[in-house]
């Protein structure tokens, strides 16, 4: 039985080498079969595949990314008029108190719900004028103010990163 056993794992042995000499053989066939030249010219395109499919997925992103900031600026464009009203609300003088939190905490939700977005309002009052932010709608002369400067909101502007929204509508002095 021993022999019999040490008999088949000799031949067992030797099919595995005779295994491993086989495929080495296809693989050098393998080789020969494909001349060098067009083995680097399909390994050549395929690096140029690879790479054109990773910017692909990268211009999608950002085509993806500026479609969301759009569309998010169309709404809250149109539901900016909105908040300017809740706003308006709260600076009316009212005897219900109560009547007059309700409104502050809508509108304190709004404002949460629009910097969550990152949506953020443009700074005026007090800066030096920029057309890019600012539209000015009055001309104030004022010998303490200094030039171009913002002395008086009559609206609010917003924006999402560098994308103006709405540009805050101004008094300028001088």
């Known amino acids: 039985m021993k022999e019999e056993n ?13 295994n491993k000499v086989e495929q080495k053989e296809k693989l050098n066939e393998t080789k020969e079969m494909v001349p060098k030249e067009d083995y680097d010219a399909l390994d050549d395109h ?88 600012h539209e000015a709608v009055r001309s104030v002369q004022d010998a303490e103010k200094g030039e171009k400067e913002v002395v008086e909101v009559y609206r609010k502007g917003y924006k999402i990163g560098s994308k103006v929204i709405r540009h805050s509508m101004v008094a300028v002095a001088n």
């Open 6 to 18: 040490k008999e088949d794992e000799k031949i067992e042995k030797n099919n595995k080498e005779e």
């Open 46 to 133: 395929f690096k140029r595949i690879l790479a054109e499919f990773e910017n692909f997925k990268k211009r999608s992103k950002k085509e993806r990314e500026t479609l969301y900031n759009s569309i998010l600026s169309d709404v809250v464009e149109v539901i900016l008029p909105v908040l300017d009203n809740l706003e308006n609300a709260v600076k009316v003088e009212t005897k219900d108190e109560e009547y007059k939190k309700g409104i502050e905490l809508v509108l304190k939700q709004f404002n949460d719900v629009l910097k969550s977005k990152g949506v953020e309002e443009i700074e005026a009052l007090g800066e030096t004028f920029d057309p890019e932010l």
